[in-house]
Structure formats: structure tokens, C-alpha cells
């Protein structure tokens, strides 16, 4: 939505809502990444070291 829809719509957030909404981002972020972190590391676990090697 541009800046205009959400004058028209009445949705104003006060400095205190949008911190609190860039902070509460900023941690799904954070967790969404450790997530994706965590389930490539226990692919490579579970298919061995092997899988990082390129065949000659």
C-alpha cells in the first residue's frame, strides 16, 4: 500500500507501535534464518561429510 491508502484507510502507527513492530520483524528474521541454518546443518549431518565433496 503507498503512504496515501494508509491516510485514506486512518491506519497511523505511533512511534512506539512501529519500533515495536520493526523489532518484532527483526526477531522473526532472526529466527526464520537460525531455522534455516539448523535444518541445513542436520541435512549435512545426516548425509554425511561425503555430500560436500565433488566427485573427480
Given at each position: 500500500?503507498?503512504?496515501?491508502?494508509?491516510?485514506?484507510?486512518?491506519?497511523?502507527?505511533?512511534?512506539?507501535?512501529?519500533?515495536?513492530?520493526?523489532?518484532?520483524?527483526?526477531?522473526?528474521?532472526v529466527?526464520?534464518?537460525?531455522?534455516?541454518?539448523?535444518f541445513?546443518?542436520?541435512?549435512?549431518?545426516?548425509?554425511?561429510p561425503?555430500?560436500?565433496?565433488?566427485?573427480?
Amino acid at each position: 500500500m503507498t503512504e496515501q491508502n494508509h491516510e485514506q484507510n486512518g491506519v497511523r502507527l505511533t512511534p512506539e507501535q512501529a519500533k515495536s513492530r520493526r523489532a518484532r520483524n527483526i526477531a522473526i528474521a532472526v529466527i526464520v534464518a537460525a531455522l534455516v541454518v539448523i535444518f541445513y546443518a542436520i541435512t549435512i549431518v545426516k548425509l554425511g561429510p561425503n555430500v560436500l565433496l565433488k566427485p573427480n
